[in-house]
């Protein structure tokens, strides 16, 4: 079992940046596909980015050129680093992980897909 603990997440005024960090509570990376995923208020969720155990990302069109993810293999812990942050930016972010990144590019931003989800942190961006 795996714990998945998220922070970072607050107010922004629009043009800003946040950094969120996700916390595993045991290594993860071996073999292992880990993103960002977002929900906004009566949307359904959406994948934000993800990364492979090899460093491989892949990114939603949406925030493409804006947001970075990363992972620090030592610290167990997964990063969104976000920038130019937009108003349409504001949603819950959850990280979320899944033992095998085979394929990964094909399904990443299938929520179905993971079997590990983080309880979420608050994003909000004002214009």
């Known amino acids: 079992q795996v714990q998945l603990v998220e922070s970072g997440g607050g107010s922004v005024q629009a043009g800003g940046s946040l950094r969120l960090s996700c916390a595993a509570s045991?290594?993860?990376?071996?073999?292992?596909?880990m993103a960002w995923f977002r929900q906004a208020l009566g949307k359904e969720r959406e994948g934000v980015a993800a990364?492979?155990?090899?460093?491989?990302?892949s990114y939603a069109d949406s925030v493409k050129g804006r947001f970075t993810i990363s992972q620090d293999n030592a610290k167990n812990t997964l990063y969104l680093q976000m920038a130019s942050l937009k108003p349409e930016d504001t949603a819950m972010y959850y990280c979320?992980?899944?033992?095998?990144?085979?394929?990964?590019?094909?399904?990443?931003?299938?929520?179905?897909?993971?079997?590990?989800w983080g309880q979420g942190t608050q994003v909000t961006v004002s214009s």
């Open positions: 045991r290594a993860t990376y071996s073999s292992s596909c």
């Open positions: 990364i492979d155990s090899d460093g491989s990302t």
């Open positions: 979320a992980a899944r033992y095998s990144a085979t394929g990964y590019r094909r399904w990443w931003a299938s929520s179905s897909r993971y079997d590990y």
